[in-house]
């Protein structure tokens, strides 16, 4: 299970997770094209399933597609049965959808216990959390501040609501970040320094 890395590789990773979703997506994927860098996307497979289109889209782009769960909902306390079938479920939608299977799963709101470690284990899927979180458009500003090499920076692309006055704060953010030299990247490409 990983928050951030040691940093020694002047690298970020930008995450978005709960879409893909219609409106929002599509803004953060053309945010991530204008700052030519690349993200994870943590999925549910619920939203996967009604838009693949936007899954096609992500992997054309570059970008990563993993697992957040089926549905959002907090896996904490669920049994390893009815937790692996989420999974199964979810890594199966976005294969279908197009991209590769999913190599990370980050469980809603972060909660894991010992049946999620179990089912990322026999997997084999790392878990990768967050360090630094942008729920708001102040705290999505404040990125180029509260985020450095190593950072995990966990952003929303769908359900909460998200919107433009964030993704035009984060934007910023994000350039002041790549102005500082860093490299903003995907979970896996970070994890590959680990």
Known sequence: MVFQTGGESRKL??????????????????????????????????????????????????????????????????????????VDRTREAIMAAGAPSPRLWRPPYGRV??????????????????SVHTPSTAEAAAVKDTAGAGSVVLCHDGRTQPSEALFTALEGGVRSLLERGLTVTTGSDLLAFV
């Open 113 to 130: 216990d010992a049946p999620a470690m179990m089912v990322a284990s026999l997997k084999r899927m790392d878990l990768l959390l967050w």
């Open 13 to 86: 990773a930008l995450t978005f997770d709960d879409g893909p979703d219609p409106r929002w997506t599509p803004l953060v994927l053309d945010m991530l094209a204008r700052l030519h860098v690349r993200a994870t996307f943590f999925v549910l497979g619920s939203a996967v399933e009604a838009h693949p289109e936007l899954i096609a889209r992500e992997v054309a782009e570059g970008h990563e597609v993993a697992v957040h769960n089926w549905v959002h909902t907090d896996v904490y306390g669920v049994g390893f049965s009815e937790l692996s079938d989420s």
